[in-house]
């Protein structure tokens, strides 16, 4: 960051990290991709091992501009960001604990000439204690130019990474938690000053070994006023890896009021998990007729309380005065 400029923020702008199945990496000037088989063609590097394995490997960065373009290589590790659960992969300069750490590439810096490819090789050495499951990471091309970003105090630097996806052999274990699940709704200050709305968020976390693909559910039980009672929820990551915990937030308009549970379910890869809280959402014509029906309940109390007291009053002051005008009287023989 000193390098570039001490006024300047540097971000690392990491873009085509795609799935398995997607097409190869590549932001329009470059691209990294496995080199392809003669029988099947790739688009990421899909390895399976046991613990202790060492093998190699090959990529194919490509140059699509017109000019010759250096290029730092090195292995990151791969993770969901938290605010949006998209995938991301950790820099150079940061502390790498997985796929980042076991092993590198031949060169760390490439020249590739204007509209042509080079092929690197690189050795991945899986560690004999290495945890059974599903390791995610990629090997990364980072143009070291610092481009102009959208402020004047922001600087890029642009990079590509093609997915290494690497299952160690052993148990396989798929596990979810639901956790701190809120369903938090806001309503205008008076009726007809503005528009309800519902928001669902939950931290998803895959406390398994294997990378997931999630589906969720939100349910209201109880008493419902108006709107479904089950809503498809769609801001979930496309995949969530082993350990990673993302934060999931989805408005709802339309979504029903009552009183009584939400409760979100999450499955993936044959297993699932819950998570529940309860919920008061009452509209504003159901308030007012509660306390219209308050208010006239509690007059008529009032006013029966009056008239008691009234009677009452009334009753014991002439019982005194009868009694007082017979002891007054003298006795007739």
Known sequence: ????????????????FLPAQARAADNGEWSVEPADSAITPRTAFQLSARPGATFADRAVVSNRTGEPLTLRLHLADAYNTPRDGGLAVRGSEETQRDVG????????????????????????????????????????????????????????????????????????????????????????????????????????????????????????GGV???????????????????????????????????WGEATVTVTAGGIGATGSVGFLDLPWILLAAALALAGGGAAVLLARRRRRTGRGGRTGRGGRTGQGGRAGRPAVG
Do not use: C, K, Y
Request: net charge positive; proline share 9%.
């Open 101 to 220: 750490t076991w092993g590198r590439p031949e060169q760390d810096v490439v020249t590739v000439p204007a509209h042509a490819a080079v092929t690197v090789a690189f050795t991945l050495a899986v560690p004999a204690d290495a945890p059974p499951g599903d390791h995610v990471g990629a090997l990364v091309a980072v143009d070291e130019r610092v481009r102009p970003g959208a402020g004047s105090f922001i600087g890029v630097r642009r990079a590509v990474g093609a997915r290494i996806h690497l299952r160690v052999e052993g148990a396989q274990r798929p596990a979810l938690a639901v956790e701190g699940l809120r369903l938090t709704t806001s309503n205008p200050p008076a009726p007809g000053t503005g528009d309800s709305s519902t928001t669902v968020s939950f931290t998803l976390h895959n406390t398994g070994n294997v990378t997931l693909d999630p589906r969720a559910i939100l349910r209201i």
């Open 224 to 258: 419902r006023i108006g709107g479904p009672a089950t809503r498809q929820l769609t801001n979930l990551p496309a995949e969530l890896l082993p350990g990673e915990q993302v934060r999931v937030t989805e408005g709802w308009e339309g979504a029903p009021s009552g």
């Open 1 to 16: 960051m000193r390098r570039a400029s001490v006024a300047t923020l540097l971000l690392v702008v990491l873009t085509a």
